[in-house]
């Protein structure tokens, strides 16, 4: 397991890059901002190019300890309780996450539950498994910029089958989202 401690930096830097996502999606700048900020972005490219790595040295995404696991893709999970069989956290979806009005891109929701039901099924010594199906009801819109609560846990096993499930509710305690992903393990030698 990769160590958050040892990469402290690089946590802060895809946390910054959250910020610069949230705050561009946000943002109508005069043209001379916008090019300032735009050259500001190609030298981080520059500075960080040279350092390029393998999938199996990759830190984004594998600081596993770091809410949002150091990957800026993902909305991130901030999980106060967990289990083997179980996740409970709070979620703010960024700026970067609308869609429309106020509302959450319907897409960042099954991505923000690949993630988290995804973990979940592979977690408890279970293995990795992959997502065979997501299903995803939007019951009420889901509102960015709010504290949301999130609870999933694994629903059943079945052979090589995991049923994980999960929700989401908004401030005033009404299901905004509910979840399932069947997660099939992987054979050996399997992608
Ligand atoms: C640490 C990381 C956390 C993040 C996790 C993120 C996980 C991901 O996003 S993975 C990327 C997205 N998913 C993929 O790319 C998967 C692509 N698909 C595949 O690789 C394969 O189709 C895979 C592995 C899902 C299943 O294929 P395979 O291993 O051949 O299984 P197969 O033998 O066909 O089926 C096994 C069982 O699952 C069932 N099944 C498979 N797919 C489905 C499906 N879509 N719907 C319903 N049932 C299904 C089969 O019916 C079978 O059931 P039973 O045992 O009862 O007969």
Request: aromatic share 6%; net charge negative.
């Amino acid at each position: 397991m990769k160590s958050a401690a040892e990469h402290r930096e690089f946590v802060d830097l895809v946390e910054a890059l959250r910020a610069a996502q949230d705050t561009i999606t946000g943002a109508s700048p005069p043209e001379d901002v916008a090019r300032k900020a735009r050259e500001g972005l190609e030298e981080v490219t520059r500075l960080l190019a040279p350092f390029t790595v393998s999938e199996a040295e990759q830190l984004a995404g594998y600081l596993i300890t770091e809410p949002g696991h150091a990957q800026a893709l993902a909305p991130v999970l901030h999980v106060d309780e967990s289990s083997t069989e179980h996740v409970r956290g709070r979620l703010v979806l960024g700026r970067y996450y609308l869609g429309g009005n106020g509302a959450a891109h319907g897409g960042s929701i099954p991505l923000f539950f690949d993630d988290v039901l995804g973990r979940l099924a592979n977690d408890g010594g279970r293995g990795t498994s992959r997502t065979a199906y997501l299903h995803v009801n939007y019951r009420k819109i889901t509102p960015v910029g709010q504290e949301l609560r999130v609870e999933a846990h694994v629903d059943r096993v079945e052979g090589r089958k995991r049923f994980v499930v999960g929700t989401i509710h908004d401030p005033e305690g009404d299901l905004t989202v509910d979840a399932e992903g069947l997660f099939v393990a992987l054979r050996p030698g399997q992608p």
